[in-house]
């Protein structure tokens, strides 16, 4: 394509106002005017707050540039992460453009087969690749692999390894798995090299003979000894990463982290693909840029720095650095973009939050500097008040209470939408089952959704007992179901012939003192009392045995039941992963017992869907074991939870999902749980950053400027060593506490019209919770009254412990139903009894 003449933005026939008046919208804000009208000729961010318009402002800037013949249609491109945005985008776009003809607005030259690019990132750098990768040597139809196949694939490079380095490092299979796995990607997406990080490791490994150089101290510091067993596992680690990458070229797959680095590649290998794609692109709009990853950024920068770029994005919104993204990407794009000289625009008003939801935002983000100025949200002149409720319990119970009774006033008349936003799922059921007993729909989405299904909870517990013999809290759920309904003494009676078991050898004989109390002391996993094992033995052992005389005579004969059924299972294992799977539900007789229970009308789905999340894994497995899918299921769960969800708002019902998730979505009432002290902010798992198993170290991270740095270069001693790791773990903690700032910020501004923020003193510590910061930090700010907040408790103990966390036992199968139930079954058999 040829270059085309572009006029000076000075030059401009229609303006924004203009435009929107003869298509009928309405008239621009001055700063959506600014944005739409911004020279087409410059590089320039956008720094857009939550729900402040800005796919309607990029598709009027699109409008703009095409109605003044700065740019012709096929020469938009937009990118953004989900396709779903994409496809707002594109939509907006396309029907912009059809108005702008329609009313004669501009005089284009309209190809109906013609139309703006607008895609994903990982789409765009797919496209670059495919089209470009024989120039690399790199085939162009590789498969991209999703998580299942990429998961099975690493886990088989590890399974298959003879490295004897691997015995010393203390983690599972799976563990190394996602360790090999988050190492790989994070080469990729930081373009960093392996080689660089073995010298880096050799470099730090140097310091082992370090002198202690403390007073009164003997021992090594506990700081350095955990640094250096850290650093030691990360050869082996990257031996099995670059192991991975190659299998995946042998067997022609590739990741989607591993085609933008590779289009990075071909940029800058060959020029000539970087100026074809800007003489393609005349203008480019850059959605959500705030969770760009570094490999994305040098690849959009590359192609397109010193080109006609639009970022959009908000610092603030920046929640996804555990998958690379960085909260200083929108500082840092004058420099990536533009030489440092990029004009800023905001887009700072509210067309989504009442008043009080956005007061209540501004006050928590308020302490967070983004490297970048920003107006603070301001509400649109249409906003209404809006109302925020807090609302405080004694115990976690209550709490679930009062979070079911607040939304069953407000979903009434099925209408409304409205989410529950969850920091972690911990106590999501206690929440759920609150709801479901008030009558209030309940979905909870995702991979964690359709493991919270009960029938699908009964069948992947039952897996994992029939693959893993430690799996004893699983047994617990399936022994107290429905299907067998064993009660708590019978269940207490299996953990002590646990115990029995093992202090005694094959044969049943004691072991000797010394043996069991090597034994007491072991971590091994297989060598703790397995209530697994112990429900084996229940099968041979004779009624008289006198390990089993705490046991009931039901709870005894069920527990054989159950027991010969798994053993049963266990000998078809070898089945093909799909026909074991599905042997499992029938023997467990769950397509009965959904078709039975109104009660569970999700059931069915669910059970399709698992089957389907199954097929999807061993249609990429080459060998799809039972272990590798249960392992890959809870990798996926946890993914799951942390990523944006694509899922439309459902009126009449709750949706219950992770904060993390609910980006990019809105609802009419939001409900946020759990606004305690180390719940939300939440207490960091680890301050050790970097020093952590499998972690990339930030030597090697593009963001590494923004990221605390561990200053053990040079150090003298183990003492100056372990100073050095103190204040690395001290800047780690405020790293965090600012992402959790971000992270209840996101949560707040989902509400469209109603906030509720709850807590509770005790769930299931030992030590009471109070209010969290942030609700401390509204009260003084005077959006929350501060006579809300609870300023004593009424227990000095956890009341909860030994009683409200007690299960129900047995559970009842046929629930509320079993009246009736009973009565039809009675009424059946009168009447076979009559005489015809």
Same mark, same amino acid.
């Given at each position: 394509m040829g270059a085309r003449q572009v006029r000076d933005v000075r030059d401009v026939r229609i303006g924004a106002d203009e435009i929107a008046a003869r298509l009928g919208l309405h008239?621009?804000?001055?700063?959506?005017?600014?944005?739409?009208?911004?020279?087409?000729?410059?590089?320039?961010?956008?720094?857009?707050?939550?729900?402040?318009?800005?796919?309607?402002?990029?598709?009027?800037?699109?409008?703009?540039?095409?109605?003044?013949?700065?740019?012709?249609?096929?020469?938009?491109?937009?990118?953004?992460?989900?396709?779903?945005?994409?496809?707002?985008?594109?939509?907006?776009?396309?029907?912009?453009?059809?108005?702008?003809?329609?009313?004669?607005?501009?005089?284009?030259?309209?190809?109906?087969?013609?139309?703006?690019?607008?895609?994903?990132?990982?789409?765009?750098?797919?496209?670059?690749?495919?089209?470009?990768?024989?120039?690399i040597g790199r085939e162009p139809d590789a498969a991209v692999l999703g998580e299942a196949s990429a998961w099975q694939l690493a886990r088989g490079v590890v399974a298959a390894s003879a490295d004897p380095r691997l015995v010393e490092i203390d983690a599972s299979l799976d563990r190394v798995t996602g360790a090999v796995l988050g190492l790989s990607r994070a080469l990729a997406e930081n373009v960093a090299d392996s080689r660089d990080v073995r010298a880096f490791a050799r470099d730090f490994?140097?310091?082992?003979?370090?002198?202690?150089?403390?007073?009164?101290?003997?021992?090594?510091?506990?700081?350095?000894?955990?640094?250096?067993g850290v650093v030691g596992a990360l050869p082996p680690l990257l031996d099995l990463a670059d192991a991975y990458a190659r299998a995946k070229r042998e067997r022609g797959y590739i990741e989607f982290s591993d085609q933008v680095a590779l289009a990075l590649e071909i940029c800058m290998r060959h020029p000539?693909?970087?100026?074809?794609?800007?003489?393609?692109?005349?203008?480019?709009?850059?959605?959500?840029?705030q969770d760009t990853s570094v490999v994305q950024t040098r690849l959009l920068a590359t192609l397109f720095g010193g080109h006609s770029v639009m970022a959009v994005g908000d610092p603030d919104q920046s929640i996804y650095g555990w998958r690379g993204a960085s909260a200083a990407n929108l500082?840092?794009?004058?420099?990536?973009?533009?030489?440092?000289?990029?004009?800023?625009? +905001? !887009?700072? $008003?509210?067309?989504?939050?009442?008043?009080? /939801?956005?007061?209540?935002?501004?006050?928590?983000? %308020?302490? #967070? &500097?983004?490297?970048?100025?920003?107006?603070?949200?301001?509400?649109?002149?249409?906003?209404?008040?809006?109302?925020?409720?807090?609302?405080?319990?004694?115990?976690?119970?209550?709490?679930?209470?009062?979070?079911?009774?607040?939304?069953?006033?407000?979903?009434?008349?099925?209408?409304?939408?409205?989410?529950?936003?969850?920091?972690?799922?911990?106590?999501? +059921? !206690?929440? $759920?089952?609150?709801?479901?007993?008030?009558? /209030?729909?309940?979905?909870?989405?995702?991979?964690? %959704?359709? #493991? &919270?299904?009960?029938?699908?909870?009964?069948l992947v517990c039952t897996l994992r007992v029939l693959h893993d013999p430690s799996a004893g809290s699983e047994l617990l759920r399936v022994l107290g179901g429905a299907r067998w309904r064993i009660g708590p003494a019978d269940l207490a009676a299996l953990g002590g012939l646990a115990r029995w078991l093992a202090d005694r050898d094959l044969s049943s004989q004691?072991?000797?003192?010394?043996?069991?109390?090597?034994?007491?002391?072991?971590?091994?996993?297989?060598?703790?009392?397995?209530?697994?094992?112990?429900?084996?033995?229940?099968?041979?052992a004779p009624d008289s045995h006198s390990a089993l005389r705490g046991f009931s005579e039901i709870g005894l004969a069920r527990m054989r039941r159950a027991g010969a059924q798994l053993q049963a299972l266990r000998r078809r294992a070898g089945l093909p992963l799909v026909d074991f799977v599905s042997l499992v539900q029938q023997e467990l007789l769950l397509d009965i017992e959904v078709a039975a229970n109104p009660g569970q009308p999700l059931g069915g789905p669910s059970l399709e869907t698992f089957d389907g999340l199954l097929a999807g894994f061993v249609d990429m497995a080459e060998h799809p074991t039972l272990g590798a899918f249960l392992g890959w299921l809870t990798e996926a769960e946890q993914r799951d939870r942390l990523s944006p969800r694509l899922d439309d708002p459902e009126p009449g019902a709750v949706q219950v999902l992770s904060i993390h998730g609910s980006k990019g979505l809105e609802w009419d009432v939001v409900a946020m749980p759990r606004m305690v002290e180390d719940e939300l902010p939440s207490k960091p798992r680890s301050n050790r950053g970097w020093l952590a198993f499998g972690e990339l170290p930030n030597?090697?991270?593009?963001?590494?400027?923004?990221?605390?740095?561990?200053?053990?270069?040079?150090?003298?001693?183990?003492?100056?060593?372990?100073?050095?790791?103190?204040?690395?773990?001290?800047?780690?903690?405020?790293?965090?506490?600012?992402?959790?700032?971000?992270?209840?910020?996101?949560?707040?501004?989902?509400?469209?019209?109603?906030?509720?923020?709850?807590?509770?003193?005790?769930?299931?510590?030992?030590?009471p919770r109070g209010p969290s910061p942030f609700l401390r930090e509204l009260a003084v700010a005077g959006i929350v009254d501060p006579a809300v907040l609870p300023t004593a408790r009424e227990y000095d103990e956890n009341p909860r412990t030994g009683v409200a966390d007690r299960p129900r036992w047995p559970l009842e199968p046929l629930g509320s139903r079993r009246t009736a139930v009973e009565r039809a079954a009675s009424a059946v058999r009168d009447a076979a009894l009559r005489p015809s």
């Open positions: 008239a621009p804000t001055g700063e959506q005017r600014a944005v739409i009208e911004a020279d087409p000729h410059r590089q320039c961010i956008v720094v857009a707050g939550a729900g402040s318009g800005k796919t309607e402002t990029m598709a009027n800037r699109v409008v703009w540039l095409l109605a003044n013949g700065h740019v012709a249609v096929p020469e938009v491109l937009g990118l953004t992460f989900t396709r779903k945005a994409a496809g707002e985008l594109a939509d907006r776009v396309r029907e912009r453009v059809a108005q702008l003809v329609a009313e004669g607005i501009a005089d284009l030259d309209l190809d109906p087969l013609e139309s703006a690019t607008v895609g994903t990132y990982n789409a765009f750098a797919g496209a670059i690749y495919r089209e470009h990768a024989l120039r490994l140097a310091m082992e003979g370090l002198p202690i150089e403390a007073p009164r101290k003997r021992t090594p510091f506990q700081s350095f000894t955990d640094a250096l000539e693909v970087a100026a074809e794609h800007r003489d393609r692109s005349r203008t480019v709009l850059l959605d959500e840029y500082a840092r794009f004058a420099d990536d973009f533009a030489a440092g000289d990029a004009d800023t625009y +905001d !887009l700072s $008003t509210s067309w989504r939050n009442p008043v009080i /939801v956005l007061d209540a935002a501004n006050v928590l983000i %308020g302490p #967070l &500097d983004a490297g970048i100025a920003k107006a603070p949200l301001s509400p649109s002149p249409f906003a209404g008040g809006g109302r925020l409720d807090v609302a405080w319990g004694e115990t976690i119970d209550d709490e679930a209470a009062l979070v079911a009774d607040w939304f069953a006033t407000r979903m009434r008349g099925g209408e409304r939408s409205g989410a529950l936003l969850c920091r972690t799922f911990a106590h999501v +059921d !206690l929440f $759920t089952q609150a709801l479901r007993d008030r009558g /209030v729909p309940v979905h909870v989405l995702g991979v964690a %959704g359709l #493991l &919270d299904q009960p029938v699908i909870a009964d004691r072991l000797a003192d010394e043996v069991r109390r090597g034994l007491r002391g072991s971590i091994a996993p297989d060598e703790s009392p397995s209530i697994v094992d112990a429900l084996d033995f229940l099968l041979s030597d090697f991270r593009g963001d590494r400027d923004e990221l605390p740095e561990l200053m053990w270069r040079g150090v003298q001693s183990q003492a100056e060593f372990d100073d050095a790791a103190t204040a690395f773990a001290s800047e780690n903690r405020e790293r965090h506490a600012q992402e959790e700032r971000r992270l209840a910020y996101v949560g707040l501004t989902r509400a469209r019209s109603e906030l509720l923020l709850t807590g509770s003193w005790w769930a299931t510590q030992t030590a």
